[in-house]
């Protein structure tokens, strides 16, 4: 399986805050910190799947799935445009878009999307670790994300939307008509959403394969994540924390 310690979950968070104050722009960026700084203690411990042979279905893991989001998409972009592809979005755009394609997975204002999988019979034969909260009014995973956006009033632009909307690709039916369309006038007007969805595929799959080695090996996988200022004093709280909801 894959773990990751406080220590990991508590730079991980921090990398993150960084990512926004060195991409996102004034207009916008204490609105979003606001939103982060409220959701901080559930966003650091929040996984980015239920279940043990998706992606990161363990305490933390949504917060490195984004990162991983964040860089493949940059790497992929250069990419895109050493290959001669236009590039007609700015980095503020996609990095926003890749910090938020999944911010659905937090839950409303009041819920968590993924709450522990009770019922032993789910853990053993489906390797559900997680299921879904069934007080949350359901919404598809970016349309809740989306709202939590406006809800804090940060803003987004027409291409960010579009990105965060069509990150899963075809594996939405909704978003067919995005990518599906005989229209050449309703096709995309940016690559961005094409990025983003190789980026998030990228990931996937190597969180994915990150587990099954640890199953195989039955050793614990710990992954590089690139680490900023250590707090000492964030990290000795997170550890308390973090010691309280896994005592069971």
Do not use: C
């Amino acid at each position: 399986m894959k773990k990751l310690t406080a220590d990991e979950i508590q730079n991980n968070w921090n990398t993150m805050i960084d990512v926004i104050n060195a991409h996102i722009g004034d207009d916008r960026r204490d609105n979003l910190l606001k939103f982060y700084d409220d959701f901080q203690d559930r966003m650091m411990f929040a996984p980015a799947s239920a279940k043990g042979n998706y992606h990161n279905a363990m305490p933390g893991g949504y917060v490195e799935h984004i990162l991983h989001i964040v860089s493949h998409s940059l790497e992929i972009k250069q990419l895109w445009e050493k290959n001669g592809a236009e590039i007609n979005f700015t980095d503020e755009e996609l990095v926003f878009a890749a910090l938020h394609h999944d911010l659905g997975k937090v839950g409303d204002l009041k819920h968590d999307y993924y709450i522990p999988q009770t019922s032993d019979w789910h853990r053993k034969n489906r390797d559900e670790i997680y299921t879904h909260n069934p007080a949350l009014q359901y919404m598809k995973v970016p349309d809740r994300g989306l709202w939590l956006l406006q809800h804090y009033g940060v803003k987004v632009t027409d291409k960010e939307y579009i990105g965060i909307k069509l990150t899963d690709g075809l594996y939405d039916e909704a978003n067919k008509a995005y990518l599906m369309s005989w229209n050449p006038d309703f096709g995309l007007r940016s690559n961005m959403a094409y990025i983003l969805h190789q980026a998030d595929m990228m990931a996937t799959h190597i969180e994915s394969d990150q587990w099954k080695r640890g199953e195989e090996s039955g050793e614990v996988v710990n992954t590089k994540v690139p680490k900023t200022k250590d707090e000492q004093k964030q990290v000795d709280n997170l550890k308390s924390k973090f010691d309280e909801l896994f005592a069971s």
